[in-house]
């Protein structure tokens, strides 16, 4: 069947079998709300299932980056989904929301389907985590479009939040402190620089690092992005938060003053949280200037929690109660700028 398009390189028959082979994955990430099996040409969701009053509904998207091409270079591909769900589900989280469904869309030039199961292994991981539903998604198989072994993905969620509940930075003021919670690692940001690092210097992604605990340095760069969707709600739901950020691309410097209004600063104390021996390393081997890694990378910080000064420990317990490690890294100012000191 279809031998012309066969020839032209597409296999429609790995097609179906990826299909096959992640419906058990798809499955696994169901929650209330969820409607249909895969295989429909669109997702559904109920939202009114949900009992939710006066429903806004957040939605992000966003990819990997270039953390592929680490994952490329190792073989190894049943994490990097937990990224990409982790990248959306965590932006949405930033506006209070619960994140409801996802989306993937995988881009591979021949169809594997082993590979692409996966990659979708680690997306229906992540959902699992994040107790967000996968309902759709397209692999799509573009033969010269991308080199043998290499693929792209990217992913869409979409969350609810009570409009009264809604965290848009409105009541955050001076004197309110951030409580920064630890990051699992780089995450997925700066890895083209991380890259360049590694052609410029020779470095061995598969060699150990005392300084790593041991782990090599592509273990140690593939770990998964921190999803923090189930720990910060419960902080959502038994205090009262002023803001939230995600710190991505942009490190310190353009992530936490998006939580901030006009006219507001951060004074930020270095040594109020451990600075993870990875981008200590980076930043030795890269002779990268010590405050421009704030301006790259998370540094050890993947979350930041803006809440009165008053209220910072309650939030801290919580999510230490919650398996999360968490303190207070700094305060809003009344002058504009990142102070880093």
């Known amino acids: 069947m279809a031998e012309n398009y066969t020839k032209a390189g597409v296999n429609l028959e790995a097609g179906y079998e990826v299909v096959r082979r992640i419906k058990q994955h798809v499955a696994s990430t169901n929650r209330q709300g969820t409607m249909g099996n895969i295989g429909a040409f669109g997702g559904m969701f109920d939202l009114a299932s949900l009992n939710v009053k006066e429903p806004i509904l957040v ?7 270039t953390k592929l091409k680490l994952a490329f270079a190792l073989d190894k591909h049943d994490t990097i989904g937990i990224d990409a769900v982790a990248m959306c589900v965590n932006d949405v989280l930033a506006q209070g929301a619960e994140p409801l469904f996802f989306l993937d869309y995988v881009a591979i030039g021949h169809n594997i389907p082993a590979k692409v199961e996966a990659i979708v292994s680690g997306v229906a991981e992540g959902c699992r985590q994040a107790h967000c539903a996968l309902i759709g998604g397209e692999t799509a198989e573009m033969p ?29 003021k001076t004197g309110d402190v951030l409580v920064g919670i630890a990051s699992s690692g780089v995450h997925s940001n700066g890895f083209s620089l991380v890259r360049k690092i590694i052609a410029d210097k020779n470095l061995d992604l598969r060699a150990t690092y005392e300084e790593l605990g041991g782990k090599t340095l592509g273990e140690t760069l593939l770990t998964p992005t921190k999803i923090y969707v189930r720990q910060v709600l419960e902080v959502i739901r038994t205090c009262d938060v002023h803001g939230i950020c995600h710190v991505t691309g942009g490190g310190f410097d353009e992530n ?23 981008f200590r390393l980076l930043e030795r081997e890269g002779e990268i200037p010590h405050r421009e890694m704030f301006n790259i990378f998370n540094m050890g910080i993947g979350m930041v929690i803006v809440v009165d000064k008053a209220e910072a ?29």
């Open 313 to 341: 420990q309650k939030v801290i317990n919580t999510l230490a109660a919650n398996g999360e490690k968490a303190s207070i890294i700094g305060e809003v100012t009344d002058t504009e700028g990142v102070v880093i000191e």
């Open 59 to 65: 939605s992000g998207t966003d990819g990997v980056g």
């Open 256 to 278: 936490i003053p998006r939580t901030l209004q006009e006219g507001q600063g951060l004074r930020i104390k270095e040594g109020s949280w451990d600075i993870l021996p990875i």
């Open 144 to 172: 010269s479009m991308y080199s043998d072994g290499e693929y792209d993905i990217a992913g869409f969620t979409c969350g609810v939040v009570e409009r009264s509940k809604l965290i848009d930075g409105s009541k955050v």
